[in-house]
């Protein structure tokens, strides 16, 4: 297995798709190093993984502390094979509701976060020649939704923030990724800062069936398989962009 004994760090590894997975890449042998906020979620997904994984609790809007986790990793491992932008919230609000504060954790946590970790890990990839990094992106930054304005502007930047780092680095042996999901289940709905929207969300969950909703959200794994997929291709094959939709969502 090409996952076996890689280096991967993996922001947002605290719940859902960040530590979904987190646990499939160490579950194949990869040495898995978490960042996020929570000491005690980190501290009991590393307890449940075992030797394979530690963590450094990590906020991505803090260019030291995502300097710090990629200095971690290259002094407890040496190198750094994948790093994974994957911190993200969601408050989705109207503009005309201008809530500033919302929109400026929004813009340093999806955009911000991404940043300090690519310029981070790039000086320790380009002496690698080689390094993988892997963004979460959303079908929200191929589509723009009602009510998600800004979100979808922080996932549309990535995107063009990701295709850029593949331009300039393809040359260095250093592939750039983005995977979008569509709906996943995870706890970033708690994200949403959005009362009128809760609302309608909650009836929307009520009133549909447990086949209905199969249909129409993944599970984190769903998108741990694609990870894994992406970071099992040997050198020559760089996945640019995967977009993963629940089969049902429009
Ligand atoms: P979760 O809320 O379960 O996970 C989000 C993770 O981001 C948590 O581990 C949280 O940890 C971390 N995080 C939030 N703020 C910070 C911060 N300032 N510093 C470090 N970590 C932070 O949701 P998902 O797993 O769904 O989200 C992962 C990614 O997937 C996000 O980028 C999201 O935009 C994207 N996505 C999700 C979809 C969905 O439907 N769920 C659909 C499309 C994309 P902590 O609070 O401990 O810091």
């Known amino acids: 297995m090409a996952i076996k004994d890689k280096v991967v760090i993996i922001t947002g590894a605290s719940s859902g798709i960040g530590e979904a997975t987190a646990k499939r890449l160490a579950s194949e042998g990869a040495k898995v190093i978490l960042g996020a906020r929570r000491a005690d979620r980190l501290q ?72 300090y970790g690519i310029g981070a890990a790039l000086p320790i990839m380009q002496k690698q020649n080689d390094g993988l990094i892997i963004t979460t ?65 909650a009836k929307e969950a009520a009133n549909s069936t447990a086949e209905q909703r199969r249909m129409n959200v993944l599970d984190p794994e769903d998108i741990a398989n694609a990870v894994a997929f992406v970071v099992d291709q040997p050198k020559h094959v760089a996945i640019s962009d995967m977009l993963i939709r629940p089969t049902e969502q429009e």
Do not use: C
């Not at 040496?78 to 503009?95: H, Q, S, T, Y």
């Not at 930054?141 to 780092?165: F, Q």
């Open 44 to 115: 009991a997904i590393v307890d449940d993984i075992g030797d394979n994984a530690t963590y450094r609790v990590t906020d991505v809007t803090k260019k030291d502390d995502v300097q710090a986790l990629i200095d971690f990793t290259v002094n407890q491992y040496g190198r750094i094979d994948v790093l994974f932008n994957n911190a993200g919230i969601m408050p989705r609000e109207k503009l005309a509701d201008a809530k500033y504060v919302n929109w400026e954790k929004e813009l340093q946590v999806n955009i911000m976060g991404v940043l």
């Open 137 to 201: 992106d959303s079908v929200a930054g191929h589509v723009v939704y009602p009510v998600s304005a800004v979100y979808n502007g922080t996932k549309y930047a990535v995107r063009a923030i990701m295709e850029g780092l593949r331009q300039e680095e393809r040359l260095h042996g250093i592939r750039s990724t983005i995977i979008s999901p569509g709906a996943v289940a995870t706890e970033l709905q708690q994200t949403v800062d959005n009362p009128a929207l809760e609302e309608e969300m």
